[in-house]
């Protein structure tokens, strides 16, 4: 089980079940390449991608969520996911807007989405009780770990958010769905 990088080496997962679940979307993203028909060359040379490039990222088992998203959309999915805590988030101006039904290019999209996400994993934390600073301690990372995660400008990676959420009490439900349903 390992999560983020952490100077060189794999931050260790707060639970198991984020690994699992993290492995279960990368699972979903494979077989629907695969129903459409896509081998591994002829999806990089659609979305112009090296076929080791696809290869290679559907065997890790750790993705930013940018990445994920890309990689959904060019199979004409979405990468969503759903925060499950035990304390409802207080109400927060950021949040309806994010929540809004943004329209434009799909990175538009997808960019006010990763914001929403990363406006609740703060939200999380205050919900929480806990400082930056005492969340980083919680997950043995540093303040200034803590406040990159929580910066809407980084591309933050899913083990990351996992880990924070985590340490807020909660758990995050990542997964995949079509278009059409999102």
């Known amino acids: 089980m390992s999560g983020p990088r952490r100077g060189g080496s794999r931050v260790p997962d707060y639970h198991p079940d984020d690994r699992t679940n993290r492995l279960r979307v990368a699972a979903e993203l494979v ?15 659609k979305v112009g991608r090296a076929k080791a490039t696809v290869q290679s990222m559907e065997e890790r088992g750790y993705w930013t969520v940018g990445t994920l998203q890309r990689w959904a959309r060019w199979l004409d999915h979405r990468f969503v996911w759903t925060l499950h805590l035990p304390y409802a988030l207080a109400p927060d101006a950021l949040a309806d807007m994010y929540a809004a039904k943004i329209t434009g290019t799909a990175d538009v999209v997808d960019a006010y989405a990763r914001a929403g996400l990363v406006n609740d994993m703060r939200r999380a934390r205050e919900g929480a009780g ?4 005492q969340l980083g301690e919680r997950l043995d990372v540093s303040h200034d770990t803590i406040c990159r995660a929580e910066r809407i400008e980084d591309n933050l990676d899913l083990a990351a958010a996992q880990r924070h959420v985590r ?14 349903t999102a």
């Open 167 to 180: 340490g807020c009490g909660g758990w995050l439900e990542p997964r995949i769905e079509p278009l059409e």
């Open 31 to 45: 077989a629907v390449r695969k129903q459409a028909g896509l081998s591994w060359y002829s999806f990089g040379a």
């Open 130 to 133: 806990l400082t930056q600073k």
